[in-house]
Structures are given as C-alpha cells and as structure tokens.
C-alpha cells in the first residue's frame, strides 16, 4: 500500500514534457504543472506569437506571462527525494543519444524510442508518436497473445506424444497378434506351407519394422518441433522481462515471426497394417 501511494504521488509530480520530478514547478491556468526550464524550451520550440502558451498536455492556449509558481509541488517534490527507492523500484533510464533526453515518445512511423527533443526536430516532425509506456504496453498486450497461443501449441504437443505412444502399443499388440495367428496356421499346414510361412513371416517383420521406423520418426520430429517451441516459448517469456526499450528492438521480430512461420502440428501417422492379407491366402489351402 505504502509503495503504491508514493508512486501515485510521484506520478502528479512528474513532469509530462521530462518525465522526472519536477525542477522549480510552475502552473498554467488550465492547471497543468511542468518544470520551469522544459515549459521554457517548449514555448521557445514551437515559436508562438504574441506570448501565447499552448499547454503540451490539453492544448489549450494561455498567456505564457501567466505561469506562476507552484511551491506546494516543489515542496512535495523536495520530500519525495528524502526516499530513498528499493532496488526492485528503480529502473534503467535510457537517455537520447543525440540530445541527451531521457527516451520517453516512440515514433510510430520510423519505429524508433526518442525524446520531445526529437519530436519536433525536422526528422520526425510531423509523424506520430505516442508514449512509450503505452505502445509498451501494446506490444506486451500481443506477446501474450502470442505466449497464451504458443502455450496451446504446447498442449497440443503433449497431446500428440500421448497419441504416439498408444499408437506404438497398439500396433506392437496388433502385430504381435497376427503373427501368432499366422504362426498358428502355418503349424496346422508346416508339410505344404513351410515355404509359404517363411514367406508371409518376413512379410510381417519388414512391415513391424517399417511402422516402427515410421512411429520413431515421428517421435524424433516431435522431440525436434518440442525443442523449438520451448526455445521460442523461452524467448517471448525473456522479452517480457525486458525493459520497455529493449522490448521494441525485439519485439517486431518476434511477432512477424509467429504470424507468418506458424507451428504446424503434424497429425498422426496414417499407418495401414496389411496383414489381412494372408487370411485369403490360407483358404486356398484349407
């Protein structure tokens, strides 16, 4: 609870043009408060006439003369800094290379973090950007789309291991069925059928080894895609634990992988069992 309310209060002291505490805070009659020098740059940046002031936050148009200081604010902020953060509280800040700005916007266009700085440089001028913590928060919103459909994936997989096994014993019990059914009729008939028995025996053993082969590939594909989900499961849970920064770098990639290279689940195999066969063939000897 305690962690909770100075975060909330941290929130209304924070800057909506810096994102850090407030530097000597001053307010514009539409209420809004910002640090002195980032209102300044503003104001200067955007070149109004007639010392008209645009509030970054709702846009409505004020005197700049106006701004008055807001020493409730600078005093809240004063004791905010008294606290020292647990280590789970604070978090990486990355700052604009080119400005030195921490990188709180995100340009949609060039997908790319940067500060208000860059915002209204001639490079992105004009394109649309929102904060980083709410295409963050966009992006994280599809990954786990993206976990919840892969995690189905998985229980898909697992079922399929299942499948495979009651195969296998199905058709090991199958096999092994027929082949004492014919063991069982050649020994009725061993004076003529000696020849025709060896025949039908090895028939049996290459097509046990044959599903066997198949039922061990399958099982070895199954190992194989089951190793790549879990890597891939692995790096979306990863990139979830990012920073919101190092969450865009990534995050595209990852997304326009899984939409375009889907998992493909393999059905089971469609594995005929051609032993009837000998059922005629022993009727002409009967």
Same mark, same amino acid.
């Given at each position: 609870?305690?962690?909770?309310?100075?975060?909330?209060?941290?929130?209304?002291?924070?800057?909506?043009?810096?994102?850090?505490?407030?530097?000597?805070?001053?307010?514009?009659?539409?209420?809004?408060?910002?640090?002195?020098?980032?209102?300044?740059? *503003?104001?200067?940046?955007?070149?109004?006439?007639?010392?008209?002031?645009?509030?970054?936050?709702?846009?409505?148009? *004020?005197?700049?003369?106006? !701004?008055?200081?807001?020493?409730?604010?600078?005093?809240?902020?004063?004791?905010?800094?008294?606290?020292?953060?647990?280590?789970?509280?604070? /978090?990486?800040?990355?700052?604009?290379?080119?400005?030195?700005?921490?990188?709180?916007?995100?340009?949609?266009? +060039?997908?790319?973090?940067?500060? %208000? !700085?860059?915002?209204?440089?001639?490079?992105?001028?004009?394109?649309?950007?929102?904060?980083?913590?709410?295409?963050? /928060?966009? *992006?994280?919103?599809? =990954? &786990?789309?993206?976990? &919840?459909?892969?995690?189905?994936?998985?229980?898909?997989?697992?079922? %399929?291991?299942? +499948?495979?096994?009651?195969?296998?014993?199905? %058709?090991?019990?199958?096999?092994?069925?027929?082949?004492?059914?014919?063991?069982?009729?050649?020994?009725?008939?061993?004076?003529?059928?000696?020849?025709?028995?060896?025949?039908?025996?090895?028939?049996?053993? /290459?097509?046990?080894?044959?599903?066997?082969?198949?039922?061990?590939?399958?099982?070895?594909?199954?190992?194989? /895609?089951?190793? =790549?989900?879990?890597?891939?499961?692995?790096?979306?849970?990863?990139?979830?634990?990012?920073? +919101?920064?190092?969450?865009?770098?990534?995050?595209?990639?990852?997304?326009?992988?899984?939409? %375009?290279?889907?998992?493909?689940?393999?059905?089971?195999?469609?594995?005929?069992?051609?032993?009837?066969?000998?059922?005629?063939?022993?009727?002409?000897?009967?």
């Amino acid at each position: 609870m305690a962690s909770q309310f100075m975060k909330n209060l941290k929130e209304e002291v924070t800057c909506p043009v810096c994102l850090n505490l407030m530097v000597k805070p001053v307010s514009a009659d539409c209420g809004h408060t910002f640090c002195q020098g980032c209102i300044t740059v *503003y104001f200067e940046s955007i070149k109004c006439d007639k010392k008209v002031f645009i509030c970054p936050v709702c846009r409505i148009s *004020y005197q700049f003369s106006n !701004l008055r200081p807001n020493r409730n604010v600078a005093n809240i902020v004063e004791r905010l800094k008294m606290f020292k953060p647990s280590p789970e509280e604070e /978090q990486k800040v990355f700052n604009c290379a080119r400005h030195g700005k921490k990188l709180q916007l995100f340009c949609r266009k +060039d997908m790319m973090a940067i500060c %208000w !700085l860059c915002e209204r440089s001639q490079e992105h001028r004009g394109h649309k950007t929102a904060l980083i913590e709410e295409v963050a /928060q966009e *992006y994280k919103e599809q =990954l &786990q789309v993206v976990l &919840q459909r892969l995690m189905a994936d998985k229980k898909e997989f697992e079922n %399929w291991k299942d +499948d495979l096994q009651k195969d296998r014993t199905y %058709w090991e019990n199958q096999i092994q069925k027929d082949v004492q059914n014919v063991r069982s009729e050649f020994k009725r008939m061993r004076d003529i059928m000696d020849s025709e028995e060896k025949k039908e025996l090895q028939k049996l053993r /290459q097509e046990k080894e044959d599903i066997l082969n198949n039922l061990a590939e399958s099982e070895n594909e199954h190992a194989k /895609q089951s190793k =790549l989900l879990e890597e891939f499961i692995s790096d979306v849970e990863h990139q979830l634990q990012c920073s +919101d920064i190092e969450i865009l770098q990534g995050v595209e990639n990852i997304i326009e992988w899984y939409v %375009w290279v889907p998992v493909f689940l393999c059905g089971k195999n469609d594995l005929v069992f051609k032993a009837n066969i000998i059922s005629p063939r022993l009727g002409q000897f009967r």
